[in-house]
């Protein structure tokens, strides 16, 4: 079955921390994509991956980066986290084929900012 | 840019009522439509999708959409709702490899 595991469901850090959230997916998709939720906002993208190595920005990049070293594996960082950017955080993967393909996602991470 | 709306931010039924959700969208493309379900705490989980071909697509759970060039428009059913329904319903359009998302709407379901 298709599984995107995020490393943790829930997370508390403090304003000026490095904040890392990791995304595994085991089902060999080459896009991979972070997403933050907000009430009344929906889903917004901050950044997406088609290839290791690889990263374009989404709608709301500042304030984050991305790494993807492996395939599988699709980290977002938060540089220096700020209470703005207290919110659920989502990742997804999805293939490569003709036309658009559904997003499977994980089960999220709400990461609180103090 | 392609674009979608979701009418209401929150839907309230009984228990065995239809369940009618709302979404239009824009696009300049033939679009690829998808409807997908949060549950409390959860990710989301793909309900149903249009590509191409039929316009009334089925889904999981009993619930189907009807994909309306006319009207732009790709409204998400239910005849009959159940309890276990109660979550957020979220609409979504393509852009190659990207989706993009309605607000979401929360259905309330009463006994």
């Known amino acids: 079955d298709v599984k995107v595991t995020q490393s943790s469901r829930y997370l508390v850090k403090r304003t000026g921390e490095k904040v890392f959230l990791e995304c595994v997916q085991d089902m060999d998709h080459e896009n991979m994509f972070w997403y933050r939720q907000d009430p009344g906002l929906g889903l917004r993208l901050i950044y997406f991956s088609y290839d290791v190595k690889m990263k374009e920005k989404g709608d709301i990049p500042e304030g984050y980066s991305v790494s993807r070293e492996k395939k599988e594996r699709f980290s977002l960082i938060l540089e220096s986290a700020s209470t703005n950017q207290t919110s659920m955080y989502l990742c997804?993967?999805?293939?490569?084929?003709?036309?658009?393909?559904?997003?499977?996602f994980g089960d999220g991470t709400r990461l609180s900012i103090l | 840019a392609q674009s979608v709306t979701q009418l209401g931010s929150h839907v309230s039924v009984s228990e065995g009522a239809l369940v009618l959700l709302r979404c239009n969208y824009s696009s300049s493309v033939p679009p690829y439509l998808f409807w997908y379900v949060q549950y409390p705490n959860q990710g989301l989980q793909l309900l149903l999708k249009y590509t191409t071909g039929a316009t009334l697509v089925k889904g999981i759970n009993g619930f189907e959409a009807e994909f309306k060039k006319s009207e732009t428009s790709f409204h998400l059913t239910k005849p009959s709702a159940h309890m276990s329904d109660a979550a957020e319903y979220f609409c979504?359009?393509?852009?190659?490899?990207?989706?993009?998302f309605g607000t979401g709407t929360r259905l309330q379901v009463f006994p």
């Open positions: 997804a993967s999805s293939l490569i084929r003709t036309g658009p393909q559904p997003q499977h």
């Open positions: 979504a359009v393509s852009e190659t490899d990207k989706l993009i």
